[in-house]
């Protein structure tokens, strides 16, 4: 197991020495050379793989808890039952299926009358909750997000306020005011949309690996279905699929929370995130978060306020995130990192506001024959989900100039 404060302790050193050439050529009232950016580019990339290994580590650390004080819950409840006969044996029927294609008849309906003849199969709720646990834990807006579990429903109306009340009128004792014409609701509708990820195991592999042939399958499928997810959440059009936080549209979030005030055409600037801040209300502020792209982190951990502080300050304790003007910061691949004239490159929102639907019908599919000739097994995983932002007010996004 990592040490963590070990960790930290070489990060946060990294960072200094980093914020040392900044300082150097701030003093000097210039722009770092050629070579002092190269440096600061070399040190902060270090740092920033430091802090995915520390993530990485706590996040181990904490399903390690979960799953203790889950058996822990589980002993006390009933000491000589931790699992039911129904989750054993569609764990078991499950597991025989992944190796071989083989299942019983008791199994199959455990599987809810899935096509198991043709190779597809319902995957146990046991398999697929540990599933989208993992795709939380590697998901930046999943984590962030409200999770909305449906696994009967077609589709889902979100009702959002598009227009306030009017004022209220000041008026005599007995007297009702006006009646108020102004507010005004609107409905958007969220529909589980297919997507499907195949992944290939090696047939030696699935029979002589130490880990279950569930597990094998989990952790590839976790990676695919991740990626597709965090993609869709951030950058997706919504057509068939989630729409995204970066995407313009009025069903989500709209031009009119785009803040690029004092951001130049190329920069992040500190009064440009200032605006950006505090263009959401007080009450989302409490909650909110930063999100951008490590390339985004980079350029913004040189900047400093009035009093020469630095606006970005690293984490030093497990578990706390790294902040920027008092809030935390999220990363991610998929975030906007081009940083041209009227390009998004960031976001600061309260991310509950970000519904994600899930069906939790996941479906399996075995493939044998296709990939014979290299002794492989092919999987083909279907999921069901959507996501949409819900309420405008709540999100911000950084915008260049």
Do not use: C
């Not at 959002?160 to 009702?176: F, G, I, K, M, V």
């Not at 009227?342 to 991310?351: E, P």
């Amino acid at each position: 197991m990592a040490d963590l404060k070990s960790l930290r302790e070489e990060r946060s050193k990294l960072i200094v020495d980093a914020r040392a050439l900044v300082d150097k050529a701030d003093t000097e009232k210039r722009k770092l050379s050629t070579e002092e950016d190269k440096q600061y580019s070399t040190m902060f990339t270090k740092a920033d793989e430091l802090r995915k290994q520390i993530v990485r580590e706590e996040e181990l650390r904490e399903v390690e808890r979960d799953l203790a004080k889950k058996h822990d819950d589980e002993q006390r409840a009933d000491p000589n039952k931790i699992e039911t006969a129904a989750d054993k044996k569609g764990m078991a029927g499950f597991r025989s299926w992944l190796m071989s294609g083989t299942t019983d008849e008791e199994f199959r309906s455990l599987s809810q009358g899935a096509n198991v003849e043709g190779g597809y199969l319902v995957s146990p709720q046991a398999f697929i909750a540990t599933l989208l646990k993992g795709v939380d834990d590697d998901v930046v807006v999943r984590r962030l997000g409200n999770v909305i579990q449906m696994p009967a429903a077609k589709s889902i109306g979100v009702p959002t306020l598009d227009a306030d009340p009017a004022d209220a009128d000041w008026t005599s004792e007995l007297a009702t005011g006006s009646e108020d014409s102004t507010m005004a609701f609107g409905k958007r509708e969220m529909r589980p949309h297919p997507v499907a990820k195949r992944i290939k195991i090696s047939n030696l592999l699935l029979r002589n690996s130490i880990l279950p042939a569930e597990q094998l399958v989990m952790d590839r499928l976790r990676y695919k279905f991740a990626i597709t997810q965090e993609k869709a959440y951030l950058l997706g059009d919504g057509a068939q699929k989630p729409l995204g936080l970066f995407t313009a549209s009025n069903d989500g979030v709209p031009t009119t929370r785009d803040v690029s005030t004092d951001n130049t055409s190329t920069s992040i600037t500190t009064d440009g995130l200032k605006n950006t801040k505090y263009s959401l209300k007080a009450p989302y502020q409490k909650t909110a978060q930063w999100l951008f792209h490590r390339d985004a982190v980079k350029q913004i951990a040189k900047l400093k306020d009035g009093e020469n502080r630095y606006l970005w300050q690293d984490s030093i304790r497990e578990n706390e995130p790294d902040t920027l003007l008092g809030r935390p910061v999220n990363q991610s691949e998929y975030v906007p990192n081009t940083f041209t004239t009227g390009l998004y490159v960031g976001m600061f929102a309260d991310f509950s506001y970000y519904w994600i639907l899930d069906s939790l019908q996941l479906q399996m599919q075995r493939l044998v024959e296709l990939y014979a000739e290299t002794n492989q097994t092919g999987f083909i995983g279907r999921y069901e989900g959507d996501g949409a932002p819900v309420l405008p007010e709540a999100f911000a996004r950084v915008k260049l100039g």
